[in-house]
């Protein structure tokens, strides 16, 4: 039998990524070209630089995916695309390049969301099992999924302001630490002998929502107040209380979504699931419990098509294909 090869295409955010997996599972090639270095003197992404860097890369990253996966242009299945949520400018080009795609190979088009991405980049390493929570963390996102059954899921809660990546670099930069700063803070947190102690966002009695925005004010009056005193930072300390903090209510929160929903599995998706502090909190919850805790390698966590394309392949098989008109959703909801 025919293998279904699904060209998948990712440009939501800074990275521009082409991908093609076999019959939903074995990535052929997953080209990932990062923007981290364009946007890292600005301190954060800059929406109209990452459009322009989009369509400066898609073109030879198309052929560089087909290239390294050995397959030619007539082999293609499906054509699929993230279409949101996102920054629209880039949405944009991704969209436009596979609709061209599309049009031109007379192929099915397919549209991801973002997030489900995330979720079934799982797949691509080991099947899921239902029913399941996930935990996606990154730049742009922190959300808590409920996974019903394949295709079938709902945000349970998110944050209310900042995401938890976002949070991470915005602290990171109050202590003069090069962008992205997450990494730079964990690092730091591991350095630290004793925490400077932040306040947690519980929020609401039974909420499964998120606030980094408190925590983060609270962090940047110390440096301040330190400042102004002309004291030296104590960055150590306060990147591990910080840390700290993000961690009892990310972890807190998954665990008990992972009770009530009676999960069998709990995932861990997006760059800060690089978070070593964060691994070693949900792998030791998770063990007490024997929840089986499931983290794909970091190249699979952070942005990449493939993901796009494991997801893609549940809609394929469901034939649920996207007409030509298909539009870019910066707010798309699941
Ligand atoms: O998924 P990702 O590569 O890009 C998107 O945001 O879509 O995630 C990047 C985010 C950045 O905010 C970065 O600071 C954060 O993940 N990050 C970390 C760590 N590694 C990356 N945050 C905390 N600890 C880390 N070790
Ligand atoms: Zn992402």
Redesign the pocket.
């Known amino acids: 039998e025919q293998p279904v090869y699904i060209l998948a295409i990712e440009t939501?955010?800074?990275?521009t990524s082409v991908a093609i997996v076999e019959n939903g599972t074995r990535i052929r090639s997953n080209v990932v070209s990062?923007q981290v270095e364009t946007h890292r003197r600005y301190g954060g992404v800059v929406p109209e630089i990452a459009s322009r860097q989009h369509v400066e890369s898609i073109t030879w990253m198309l052929q560089e995916a087909l290239e390294q996966a050995d397959v030619r242009l007539e082999e293609l299945s499906a054509i699929a695309v993230t279409n949101g949520p996102g920054l629209v400018g880039a949405l944009l080009v991704g969209v436009a390049a596979a609709k061209a795609l599309a049009f031109a190979l007379e192929l099915p088009l397919i549209g991801v969301h973002h997030i489900a991405g995330?979720i079934y980049a799982n797949q691509l390493v080991q099947p899921l099992e239902y029913p399941a929570v996930a935990l996606v963390?990154?730049?742009?996102?922190t959300e808590l999924v409920y996974l019903e059954s394949e295709g079938k899921f709902r945000i349970i809660g998110q944050t209310r302001d900042d995401?938890?990546?976002?949070a991470?670099?915005k602290v990171?930069r109050a202590l003069n630490l090069p962008?992205?700063?997450?990494?730079h803070?964990?690092?730091l947190a591991h350095e630290a002998e004793h925490e400077i102690e932040l306040p947690r966002a519980w929020l609401e009695g039974d909420s499964y929502d998120f606030s980094f925005s408190g925590l983060k004010s609270a962090m940047l009056n110390v440096v301040n107040q330190s400042r102004m005193r002309g004291e030296a930072l104590q960055s150590a300390q306060l990147s591990l209380g910080f840390?700290n903090s993000v961690i009892d209510v990310l972890v807190t929160k998954a665990m008990r979504a992972a009770a009530e929903f009676g999960a069998k599995q709990l995932i861990l998706a997006?760059?800060?699931?690089?978070?070593?502090?964060?691994r070693a909190a949900l792998a030791a919850r998770c063990e007490e419990i024997g929840l089986p805790l499931i983290v794909p390698p970091l190249s699979l966590?952070?942005?990449n098509a493939a993901m796009i394309a494991a997801a893609a392949f549940l809609k394929w098989n469901k034939r649920e294909f996207a007409e030509l008109d298909l539009k870019a959703e910066p707010l798309l909801s699941l």
Do not use: F, K, M, W
């Not at 963390?137 to 996102?141: D, Q």
């Not at 995401?163 to 976002?166: I, L």
């Not at 962008?179 to 990494?183: C, I, K, L, T, V």
């Open positions: 939501s955010c800074d990275e990062s995330h963390v990154s730049g742009g996102h995401a938890v990546g976002e991470y670099d990171a962008y992205p700063g997450g990494p803070i964990d690092r840390q997006g760059g800060v699931a690089a978070n070593r502090g964060l966590c952070t942005d």
